[in-house]
């Protein structure tokens, strides 16, 4: 037929998931083979632990509790929910209980049948152990007393701020006011050389504020150091709240107005201790503190200055009849201090002094404008220190005047007072010296120095000596061998403790008698002797290092010893 033709044949139209791209099925196919990605489960904050374990130097484990900071599980929202799930919730409840109930019943039924009864702690569930928490259970009189230890020694800044960290209970037992007697601050708020500015000062306002109202109630000592900002505030802040103040000590602080000492003779009439030494201080407003409160003062320490003669008048002048130590040292960067006193009227204003020190001071006697009667001394002197590095004025006269009636002087420290003799010092009351130091630190030199006279010495305090210090001295060896063996004695010496011997001429057979003898030797200074071998010239603390010293000493004794007698036979 015309116009006929083939059938038309057409091809099936692909379905919808076969016309999409090379790229799209093979994503599809990944999707379907690849594993799911399980995300990282991470740790809630509720999950940590509610303690902070703490390695101290001391090899301890400290365990501090984190109950305060520890954050709590927040409650979930409660939502709708279908009444299907609330059926089903409440049908699974009852079951559990149920179950619960029947398994009680069970358990208590085999219990009366005696074949195995179960106690109430066998059905409650395992608790985990418990944390020791000794430290929160711990009395607080008990930690009181513990941390009364500490400050007794250190302090109660920084370690009681430390300790008022830890948990309640010490919070409680670092805040008790019998802990906060003792109080020494250094200034830590700026660093030195900055400015103050405002907001800091006003935070060191408010912190002093606050102790004072909450810890300073039964302040007693009280230390300021390195402070040459709002000292003036300070102190009368301290002053003005603390009626039971006994010892202030201002150490390289700058900018003590007299507001400062006024304040202090009329709100702490209880003071006995004032140390203003390497401070900037005003002297007339110190000489005013002086005679309004200087009867009350047992121990001043002052550095010298231009002026401090005015100070030495207020007190000779009777102001500080009650004085028991009196300490005058020197800055280093000073040099030639000279200073004049009348060592009479010093005996007179001061008769109960025990304590009396001059450190680094060139001084020399002033004659004495009065007449004075004889027997004014210092006759409860315990302690004379005359030490200096650079020169001294101090002769046997001088010495002799200082301590004619010190017949319980303990201590005579003459370091640097090269113009001392064994003939002065035999002319001194004193008959039961515990320490005696006659080291010479400077150069020698040019220096007239006895050759003997440390056997006379030993010889008078052979008795009650514990500390020798001979220090450069220009004794010769058989002086000093002699000095050695009258320390040691026939019995042994049990009292002497410390001995320096460094630069001297003592021979190694005088070392070995006095070491040999002293048992509680645990100093000893050699450095520097000409006449020991190499090897032995250096310092030995302790008692193992002196014990070793001299088994050494005894060995080389009978080595010695063995060959003198081989060559002895050799000659025979």
Not at 70 to 89: E, H, I, V, Y
Request: contains cysteine.
């Amino acid at each position: 037929m015309e116009g006929s033709s083939t059938p038309h044949t057409s091809r099936p139209t692909p379905s919808r998931k076969r016309e999409g791209s090379v790229e799209s099925q093979s994503r599809s196919r990944v999707r379907v083979t690849s594993k799911p990605v399980r995300k990282v489960r991470r740790t809630a904050k509720w999950n940590t632990r509610d303690y902070t374990i703490h390695d101290t130097d001391n090899d301890m484990l400290l365990i501090i509790s984190n109950e305060n900071g520890m954050q709590k599980r927040p409650r979930k929202l409660a939502g709708k929910k279908s009444s299907c799930k609330l059926n089903t919730q409440r049908s699974s409840h009852k079951n559990k209980g149920l179950l619960k109930n029947a398994g009680l019943k069970q358990a208590s039924s085999v219990g009366l049948a005696g074949q195995h009864k179960q106690t109430d702690s066998d059905l409650e569930p395992e608790k985990p152990e418990a944390l020791d928490r000794w430290g929160q259970q711990l009395p607080i009189e008990v930690l009181v007393h513990i941390f009364h230890y500490i400050v007794s020694s250190n302090g109660a800044v920084p370690f009681l701020c430390r300790m008022a960290r830890v948990c309640h209970l010490w919070y409680g037992a670092a805040a008790n006011p019998k802990l906060w007697q003792k109080v020494t601050i250094s200034y830590c708020w700026v660093e030195s050389g900055k400015k103050l500015v405002p907001p800091v000062q006003r935070k060191i306002q408010n912190t002093l504020n606050w102790l004072k109202d909450n810890r300073f109630s039964q302040l007693r000592e009280f230390s300021l150091c390195n402070w040459n900002n709002l000292v003036s505030y300070t102190m009368k802040t301290i002053t003005e709240s603390c009626p039971h103040l006994i010892s202030l000590r201002l150490t390289n602080c700058t900018g003590v107005t007299s507001d400062v000492f006024e304040a202090l003779a009329t709100h702490c009439q209880k003071l006995e201790s004032l140390n203003l030494q390497h401070s900037v201080v005003d002297t007339a407003a110190v000489v005013n503190f002086l005679e309004a409160a200087g009867s009350n003062l047992r121990q001043l320490c002052v550095t010298y200055n231009s002026r401090l003669h005015n100070i030495f008048n207020a007190i000779v002048a009777g102001c500080c009849t009650e004085l028991r130590l009196l300490e005058v040292n020197t800055e280093i960067k000073q040099t030639n201090p000279y200073f004049q006193f009348c060592i009479e009227m010093l005996q007179a204003g001061c008769p109960k002094l025990q304590v009396l020190r001059l450190l680094n001071l060139t001084w020399f006697p002033k004659a004495c404008t009065m007449i004075v009667s004889p027997e004014v001394g210092f006759s409860e002197l315990e302690e004379l220190c005359l030490a200096t590095s650079s020169f001294s004025l101090v002769t046997d006269e001088v010495l002799v005047k200082l301590l004619h009636l010190s017949s319980r002087l303990r201590t005579l420290d003459l370091r640097g007072c090269y113009r001392i003799t064994s003939a002065g010092l035999q002319l001194l009351p004193c008959q039961d010296l515990a320490r005696l130091f006659l080291g010479l630190y400077c150069s020698t030199t040019t220096l007239l120095l006895a050759k003997q006279g440390s056997e006379q010495m030993a010889l008078k305090w052979r008795h009650s000596l514990q500390e020798l210090d001979l220090t450069g001295q220009c004794y010769n060896e058989k002086d000093l061998e002699l000095a050695m063996q009258i320390l040691a004695g026939t019995a042994g010496n049990h009292l002497l403790r410390s001995l320096n011997l460094a630069g001297t001429k003592v021979t190694l057979d005088a070392i070995r008698i006095v070491v040999s003898n002293s048992p509680n030797l645990n100093y000893l200074n050699l450095t520097s002797c000409r006449c020991l071998p190499r090897g032995l010239k250096r310092v030995y603390r302790g008692g193992d290092e002196i014990s070793q010293f001299v088994n050494r000493l005894l060995e080389s004794t009978e080595n010695s010893s063995a060959t003198v007698s081989v060559d002895h036979k050799g000659q025979l």
